[in-house]
């Protein structure tokens, strides 16, 4: 990047002074001043370079990892993502926080959580009983939906996240929004990513022709104990959605 910032972030109106800063920050990802896979600057070069608070360069950095431009790596620091490709959805996905967060998509619910009989989806959430609470969900991206996903949790808690009008139109997610009905925090997650051939009910909601390949996302989602909380199945049409993850070697 530049020795100086492309616009000098300060409060105007009703924009905060981060929004200033992570529209800048944006504006340069854009332009290339930053290239994917590039560290950015500490926050404390940045704080000096742009003149604001410790505190906005941390919101203005919140912002663009949450909209999946930045990622970071503990112990080295902050790197570039990219930018989306224009009418498709490019997912980079660094760590369980991003995966929770959906930035600049919308969330149409289909079918609120209700109670169903499926012994296989209750066996993989290691339930007592054969019965789970289902709730499904269509995401899009500019008006354009990119994918189905069936949310499986424990009846009861289904229960409580109905009540509580969860799912819900926005950019998060089921088990983002149920952390907070939880006994324990959300922990991690184990994924499993299969192509397939489309079957007609999804093929319908996300856009492309029975048969044609599609991504098929499966997560299993557990706490700090390693007990099981969610069981999605999400099913992309990978024209409209792009899944990029950052592989790196361990140190140890």
Partial sequence: MTDKPTVKPRTSGNMP????????????????AYTAGQKMPTETVLQAQYKVSRH???????????????YRVQGSGTYVSGHQATG????????????VFWPDTQTEVIEPFGTHVNPPIAARLKLPYIEVSRAVVRRSFK?????????????????????????SRGPGTVIGLAEPFLPRAVAGARQEITAMNAPPEEAAMIGCAPGDAILLIERLYYDTAGEFVE?????????RYGYRMELRRRND
Avoid: C, M, W
């Fill in 17 to 32: 002074a981060y929004r200033l800063l992570a529209d800048a920050f944006r504006r340069d990802i854009e332009a290339g």
């Fill in 56 to 70: 906005t360069v941390r919101q203005a950095l919140q912002k663009l990892l949450e909209e999946g431009l930045i």
């Fill in 88 to 99: 498709r959805y490019l997912r980079s996905v660094a760590s369980l926080d991003e995966i």
């Fill in 143 to 167: 008006g354009v939906p990119f994918v189905l996903t069936r949310h499986y949790v424990d009846p009861e808690l289904g229960e409580r996240l109905k009540a509580h009008g969860i799912p």
């Fill in 231 to 239: 069981f999605t199945e999400s099913h992309f049409n990978p024209r």
